[in-house]
């Protein structure tokens, strides 16, 4: 029997209403059909604003959809997706803690015995074997994002979310982030879904890339199998031909989305 994909949202819709005007509604994104199968890196992309961190939030259980439905692995998500591990695009450690107590912390939530030596082994596997006594304030952006890394994955998710998780980050540190993950995920193999504004980088990672519309009511517009053959170098890879191809249909889909989105950013 096959395997049920590990998330799929069908027909989602998300409506929000002004608490000060409740005749004044904004509808994000609508009929939005979305598919991660086990084990499958697929990105999402759109114009800044069209709702792909909405969806993230959907898939995470954070928000409700106002219409349409959630399932994880079959079964219907209310609530909380407790299999799912979601590495935000802001800082999100917390500066009282060092890198050892913020990798940890989820872990001592769940009462694991072993709580530290996990959070050691994770800190080494993301290249900070020997920071875990550092405080927030004393990494570079690099190596918090890699602790923010090792705090999502020492839960052992069966779906990792990840909201712009790089975008801050310099082009160098990114790529070597890029690559420190696509070697991580190749390891476990867990669903990931990879929300990004950066086309390249959501080539470059993806087994498939998801296109969605300009707002308001944000929808999917296209959908494509990336065939490059892994693994990959996230900066090599983007000199092949195949890569360009990709691009330019990908590009094809979005630039017209992109440039309608563009002009209501300035309209607002």
């Keep these: 029997m096959a395997q049920a994909p590990a998330l799929q949202l069908h027909d989602v819709a998300c409506t929000f209403v002004s608490k000060d005007d409740p005749s004044q509604r904004y509808t994000a ?3 939005v059909k979305l598919t991660v199968g086990a084990g499958e890196f697929v990105s999402v992309v759109g114009p800044t604003g069209c709702g792909k961190s909405t969806l993230l939030n959907v898939a ?10 959630v399932e994880v692995f079959g079964a219907p998500l209310a609530g909380i997706n407790t ?13 009282w803690r060092t890198a050892a107590q913020n990798v940890m912390a989820g872990l001592e939530f769940r009462g694991a015995a072993d709580a530290r030596a996990r959070a050691d082994e994770w800190l080494k596997r993301v290249g900070l074997g020997g920071f875990g006594d550092r405080y927030p304030h004393q990494l ?32 160098q540190t990114r790529q070597l982030m890029e690559n420190e993950l696509l070697a991580l995920w190749a390891d476990k193999r867990k669903a990931v ?13 993806s087994d498939r890339v998801v296109c969605l519309s300009a707002g308001p009511g944000s929808h999917p517009i296209g959908e494509f199998a990336i065939d490059l053959p892994r693994p990959r170098d996230v900066a090599e890879v983007r000199s092949t031909k195949r890569f360009v191809e990709l691009h330019q249909a990908i ?18």
């Design 29 to 31: 994104v609508r009929d």
């Design 60 to 69: 995470a259980g954070l928000l409700a959809p106002s219409t349409g439905s």
């Design 83 to 95: 299999r799912a591990g979601y590495m935000f695009q802001s800082e999100s450690l917390m500066p």
């Design 140 to 171: 570079s952006g690099g190596m918090r994002k890699r602790v923010s890394l090792a705090q999502t994955l020492v839960l052992d998710p069966d779906i990792i979310l990840m909201d712009e998780p790089f975008s801050a980050l310099d082009v």
């Design 193 to 205: 879904l990879f929300i990004t504004h950066d086309l390249d980088e959501a080539i470059a990672m």
């Design 251 to 268: 590009w094809g889909v979005l630039r017209d989305e992109v440039l309608k989105g563009y002009r209501q950013q300035l309209a607002a």
